[in-house]
C-alpha cells in the first residue's frame, strides 16, 4: 500500500519555527521526486517546493524562498520541511507529495498534478 503521511505540524508562534515530516511506505523515496504544497481555507492549493530525487535540482517559490528547507533522509524514507520565520500567512494544511518520474522543469514540477503520490496533510496554525 503506497503511503506518504505528513507529521509535526501544530501551532506556532509568529517568528517560530516548526519541522515537517512525510513518511513514505510502500515504496522508496529515493527515486522519487518530493513536492511540498500548502492549503489554506478560502484559497487555491499553493506550490511551496520541490527536489530531485538526485538531490542536484531544487525549488522554492518566491514566498518561502529564504525559509523553508525542503530535505529527504534516504534511509528513514522521509522526506521533510523545515519552516523559519513563520507568519499567520503561512497557516495552512501542508501536503507532501512524490513522484517516480525523470525531471520535467518547472513547469511541471510546481503542479499538483504532476505528483503520483500525496498525504491527508498536517496543519500548520501560527498565531497573530
Known amino acids: 500500500q503506497v503511503q506518504l503521511v505528513e507529521s509535526g505540524g501544530g501551532l506556532v508562534q509568529p517568528g517560530g519555527s516548526l519541522r515537517l515530516s512525510c513518511a513514505a511506505s510502500?515504496?522508496?523515496?529515493?527515486?522519487?521526486?518530493i513536492g511540498w504544497f500548502r492549503q489554506a481555507p478560502g484559497k487555491e492549493r499553493e506550490y511551496l517546493s520541490y527536489?530531485?530525487?538526485?538531490?542536484?535540482?531544487?525549488h522554492y517559490a518566491d514566498s518561502v524562498k529564504g525559509r523553508f528547507t525542503i530535505s529527504r533522509d534516504n534511509d528513514k524514507n522521509t522526506a521533510y520541511l523545515a519552516m523559519s520565520n513563520l507568519n499567520v500567512e503561512d497557516s495552512a494544511v501542508y501536503y507532501c507529495?512524490?513522484?517516480?518520474?525523470?525531471?520535467?522543469?518547472?513547469?511541471?514540477?510546481?503542479?499538483?498534478?504532476?505528483?503520483?503520490?500525496w498525504g491527508q496533510g498536517t496543519q500548520v496554525t501560527v498565531s497573530s
Open positions: 527536489l530531485m530525487s538526485s538531490d542536484e535540482i531544487v
Open positions: 507529495t512524490a513522484a517516480n518520474k525523470v525531471y520535467a522543469g518547472r513547469y511541471y514540477q510546481t503542479r499538483w498534478e504532476w505528483y503520483d503520490y
Open positions: 510502500g515504496f522508496s523515496l529515493r527515486n522519487h521526486a
